[in-house]
């Protein structure tokens, strides 16, 4: 399933900074070659962020690698 950055309900729970989470929207990381790891409870959008940064980064012509690869 498609999951863009876009779709994320960031007022769903008030203990997301999206401010701090949009600074990983410019793929830094990748560059630098880092790791991100969302930790957190089920059902907290950990998944949908992790595939809207891998959306981001195909279109960005970076390769991305299918789950679980």
Do not use: C
Request: net charge neutral; hydrophobic share 40%.
């Amino acid at each position: 399933e498609v999951k863009t950055w876009e779709m994320f309900d960031f007022s769903f729970n008030e203990k997301i900074d999206e401010d701090a989470l949009s600074q990983l929207k410019n793929l830094d990381f990748v560059r630098q070659n880092r790791i991100v790891q969302f930790l957190g409870s089920t059902g907290t959008g950990k998944s949908h962020l992790a595939t809207a940064l891998g959306i981001l980064a195909a279109k960005a012509g970076y390769r991305v690698p299918a789950s679980g690869s």
